[in-house]
C-alpha cells in the first residue's frame, strides 16, 4: 500500500513552495516548545541508548534536537523536498534522514531490521494523513519500536480543527501560514477524538501515559497571540 499519488503531490508541493528559512511552516515550532517538552514525557519510559526515529520530520527542527538526547536520530518524512531542507538545516551532522512513505510496510520493515529496535516521535501525522492509511501509519510506529523501544505521538484533536476553521473565516481570511496548509490541500485535525488512541491499540501498542496538551504553532492572530492547537499524547510501548 501506498499513499495516493494527490496526497504525495499536496506533500511535495508545500515543501517545494517552502524556503530554508525557520519558522516558515506553521507547525515549525522552536523544540523548547515541542521536542523538549515531548521528551520529557517520553523518557521516563525510554532507553536514551536506542536510537530515535521523528515520523514526518519535514525540515528536521525536532530531529535536531532529538540528536542531543538519544544515541542516534533519523529523521524521515514522506517528502523529498522536505528531506533536503532538513538536510540542509543540519549542517554539525548531528542526525540522518531520509525518505519513507509509511504506509509502504516494506519500505518501513526495511527500516526496521536496517536499526533494529527504535524509539519514536511523531507529531501531528496521522490526524492529516488519508483516513484508509492511518491505520498503516499507526502499524509502522509498533512496527518500528520492535519489543524494547517507546513511543511518543501527540495528534491533534477535533477542537483544533474548530480553531482552525474559526481562524480561517475572520475577518482579511487565513493568516500567510495557514492559508499556504489550505492552498496545498491539506487537511489538519481531521481524526475523530478517539479514532488515534483506536489505532494505536489496534496496532499492537499499549498506551502507557497519555494526556492533553497543546502545540504551538509559528502563526499568529491579528492581535499577536500565538496560535496553540489543541492536541492529545501518547507514550507507548508493544502491547504484551
Not at 38 to 51: C, K, Q, R
Not at 106 to 135: C, F, K, W
Not at 149 to 157: K, N, P
Amino acid at each position: 500500500m501506498d499513499v495516493s499519488p494527490q496526497y504525495r503531490k499536496a506533500w511535495e508541493g508545500f515543501w517545494s513552495a517552502t524556503s530554508d528559512a525557520p519558522g516558515e511552516a506553521i507547525w515549525d515550532s522552536d523544540p523548547s516548545l515541542t521536542a523538549v517538552p515531548h521528551s520529557e514525557l517520553l523518557l521516563p519510559y525510554a532507553d536514551t541508548a536506542l536510537p530515535v526515529v521523528d515520523l514526518g520530520c519535514g525540515n528536521g527542527t525536532q530531529t535536531r534536537y532529538l540528536a542531543t538526547v538519544f544515541a542516534r536520530a533519523l529523521g524521515v518524512d514522506l517528502s523529498d523536498a522536505a528531506i533536503g531542507h532538513a538536510q540542509r538545516a543540519d549542517t554539525a551532522g548531528v542526525a540522518e534522514f531520509a525518505q519513507l512513505d509509511l504506509v509502504d510496510a516494506d519500505a518501513v520493515r526495511a527500516l526496521s531490521e536496517r536499526i533494529g529496535d527504535t524509539n519514536v516521535y511523531m507529531r501531528a501525522v496521522i490526524h492529516q494523513s488519508e483516513p484508509e492509511a492511518r491505520p498503516a501509519v499507526a502499524a509502522a510506529v509498533a512496527a518500528l519500536i520492535g519489543e524494547r523501544g517507546r513511543a511518543f505521538v501527540v495528534e491533534l484533536t477535533p477542537a483544533s480543527k474548530d480553531l482552525l476553521q474559526k481562524v480561517a473565516e475572520a475577518r482579511g481570511g487565513p493568516p500567510p501560514k495557514l492559508r499556504r496548509v489550505i492552498e496545498h490541500g491539506l487537511k489538519p485535525a481531521d481524526a475523530s477524538e478517539e479514532e488515534v488512541p483506536g489505532l494505536l491499540r489496534a496496532a499492537g501498542l499499549t498506551i502507557l501515559a497519555d494526556g492533553d496538551t497543546a502545540l504551538a504553532q509559528t502563526e499568529h492572530l491579528p492581535d499577536g497571540t500565538r496560535i496553540d492547537l489543541p492536541a492529545r499524547w501518547f507514550v507507548l510501548a508493544p502491547a504484551g
